[in-house]
């Protein structure tokens, strides 16, 4: 069975940081670009970050710009997200995906094989 599986999240202060990692089990993603996305409680899932498959290209929410960097592993299997200057805002469970498409996609519906996700909590 094909699973991402997301590590790193937790609980940190506002201004701190984290770093997420996403890594697959069952099978390599290395041809695909993938993403980031994290779900408030009561709210829909939202894109954070996208990186191409050979990681010449990278796309970011506005709200996470300057402040949030995503990269891949020397086999680029493995997707991080080093997150810095967190708000309480980013406060979410934070979810890896596979977008398979063309170019790079903020569409939650364009991508597949989802993590289960990991919990991060910025307390102001």
């Known amino acids: 069975q094909v699973q991402l599986v997301e590590s790193g999240g937790g609980l940190v202060q506002a201004g701190g940081s984290l770093r997420l990692s996403c890594a697959p089990s069952?099978?390599?993603?290395?041809?695909?670009?993938m993403g980031w996305f994290r779900q408030a409680p009561g709210k829909e899932r939202d894109f954070v970050a996208a990186?191409?498959?050979?990681?010449?290209?990278?796309l970011y929410a506005d709200s996470v710009k300057g402040r949030f960097t995503i990269s891949r592993g020397n086999a680029k299997n493995t997707v991080y997200l080093q997150m810095n200057s967190l708000k309480p805002e980013d406060t979410s469970v934070y979810y890896c995906?596979?977008?398979?498409?063309?170019?790079?996609?903020?569409?939650?519906?364009?991508?597949?094989?989802w993590g289960q996700g990991t919990q991060v909590t910025v307390s102001s």
């Open positions: 990186i191409s498959r050979s990681s010449s290209s990278t």
């Open positions: 995906a596979v977008y398979r498409g063309p170019n790079l996609s903020s569409t939650v519906a364009e991508y597949d094989y």
């Open positions: 069952g099978r390599t993603f290395s041809s695909y670009a």
